[in-house]
């Protein structure tokens, strides 16, 4: 049990550090535009099919539930607002979290455990160039900015799933569909949630980037890394989630309503 | 002045030494090949001398400048000095070889696009990959591979190069084809090269001394004597004067 706690806290340490790092080198010349528009395109790009579809499937299979419970309370006119609400503040930006943290984490850090396995993250080293700054910081800033945008997409085919939902069973129009959806949204309620995904970007890219950067012991490491690159940066994104709720409540304390 | 100098040398891997006290000096432009069987830490001298590992005794001097207690900066600057070739060419995967090559003259040279191409052509026709400037990593056959590592090893013209088993799992004809890079470059004669290499046919045809590391130490050092004969070089005398251990080589030579 102890040895555990000291594994943890290492982990935590070896982590803060690596955090640490990162803040301070991105900021630093050269900055590497090429490759963090490569990741970009890598990791928001190409995770766009997977997050617009889960978030249609998503909203799709809430509104069917929803409807089922709140048709019991004669609130079945409510059920567009539910779903903008639900899906703005909490549904879409930790869907959006995990999903990403699911299909990029484990990429990163496969990619750069088989990097350091096959000497890549050395002969880099070698060649005088910061292999932290060329291999590590563009994946924190391409997932800094590539979640918040994936976010408003999974935002929108929610929506869309639900009003497909609902349109099945009450032959609601979109247009009352959309008027009700956003009658409670307001700016509040939409930009502190989608933005903060951008520190689950920060979280996944910096998790998985260490277990891939500090790979050891070859293909088994590999995928070690990739399998703990998510399994971390999953539950890192719920935790902290809990507390950016609290602070989103105190600093829009109207959400909170 | 010489080019590398390793002195009183130590490094341990979880408590098992690996490199015990082992002394060299290697003098400029000299080619100096490192023999051993697997796991006798030739992969590991050639990282002390790049900074990629640090020793846990001993100092280690590159160009007369200990590199051991060197800041990032510092080993940076002394690495712009070194190329090395990686055992499995090591490019870099998401840059295609003329990224891989440009790289470096990029970062640490002021020179134009337009010279940056030439030079990586010109580079990459040295090892005949002129006509694969634009492939990936991954579209590299083995043998392709190593050259395209050499080409980056060399492409910043550094004092000195480390070959990590430039020539392992190639044919024949491929590993002649590297020897014949390496011995062009020793013949230019500006280039200090240490190469860990299990082929003796190399050895003979590039080496100027050759030292068999074994028991964490090096059990013979000696000249490579007559690289066009097929007289045995004068290091397996050395070796033979090896009571303990010389049988084990008998059979490479």
């Known amino acids: 049990m102890l040895s555990l706690l000291n594994a943890f806290l290492e982990f935590i340490g070896n982590l803060g550090l690596f955090a640490l790092r990162a803040v301070r080198r991105a900021f630093l010349p050269p900055f590497e535009c090429r490759m963090i528009w490569q990741q970009i395109g890598e990791i928001g790009w190409r995770s766009l099919p997977l997050v617009v579809s889960s978030g249609f499937a998503v909203g799709l299979v809430l509104t069917l539930h929803t409807r089922s419970t709140l048709v019991r309370f004669g609130a079945e006119s409510m059920i567009p607002t539910v779903q903008s609400l639900s899906f703005f503040n909490e549904i879409g930006p930790l869907v959006a979290g995990l999903l990403v943290a699911g299909r990029v984490g484990a990429g990163i850090g496969a990619e750069l455990a088989g990097m350091r396995v096959n000497e890549e993250i050395d002969a880099v080293e070698v060649l005088s160039v910061d292999s932290f700054k060329l291999l590590v910081i563009p994946q924190i800033v391409a997932c800094i900015l590539a979640l918040p945008i994936l976010t408003v997409f999974i935002d929108v085919a929610g929506i869309n799933g639900g009003f497909l939902a609902e349109r099945s069973v009450s032959q609601i129009s979109l247009h009352l569909y959309l008027n009700r959806a956003f009658s409670l949204v307001g700016w509040a309620t939409f930009i502190p949630p989608t933005l903060k995904t951008a520190i689950f970007g920060f979280i996944i890219a910096l998790v998985s980037s260490w277990f891939g950067y500090t790979a050891v012991d070859g293909s088994v490491g590999v995928g070690r890394a990739a399998t703990n690159s998510v399994v971390a940066s999953s539950l890192l994104i719920i935790m902290t989630d809990v507390i950016l709720v609290k602070a989103i409540f105190f600093l829009f304390p109207d959400t909170a309503i | ?253």
């Open chain 2, 1 to 253: 002045m010489s080019g590398v100098t390793f002195e009183k040398v130590s490094r341990t891997f979880a408590g098992r030494p690996v490199l015990n006290d082992v002394s060299f000096s290697i003098a400029s432009e000299e080619a100096l090949c490192i023999m051993g069987r697997s796991g006798t830490g030739k992969s590991v001298t050639l990282k002390l001398m790049v900074g990629l590992l640090k020793p846990d005794t001993g100092s280690i001097r590159i160009h007369d400048r200990d590199i051991v207690n060197l800041d990032e900066d510092g080993l940076s600057q002394t690495r712009r000095l070194m190329g090395f070739l990686f055992q499995s060419g090591a490019l870099f995967s998401p840059f295609s070889l003329n990224d891989n090559l440009a790289l470096p003259l990029q970062r640490f040279t002021k020179k134009s696009k337009q010279e940056i191409d030439a030079l990586v052509q010109t580079q990459l026709d040295e090892v005949g990959l002129g006509n694969d400037r634009y492939k990936m990593p991954a579209e590299l056959s083995g043998g392709m591979r190593k050259r395209a590592g050499l080409a980056r090893a060399l492409i910043l013209q550094p004092s000195i190069l480390l070959a990590d088993e430039p020539t392992s799992g190639l044919d024949g004809v491929t590993a002649g084809e590297i020897d014949d890079l390496l011995l062009k470059l020793k013949e230019k004669g500006t280039t200090t090269m240490v190469i860990v290499t299990h082929d003796i046919c190399g050895v003979r045809r590039v080496g100027d001394r050759l030292a068999v590391l074994d028991q964490r130490r090096i059990i013979a050092l000696g000249k490579v004597r007559g690289t066009s004969s097929y007289r045995l070089p004068d290091t397996f005398r050395l070796m033979r004067r090896c009571r303990r251990l010389s049988n084990r080589y008998l059979h490479m030579w």
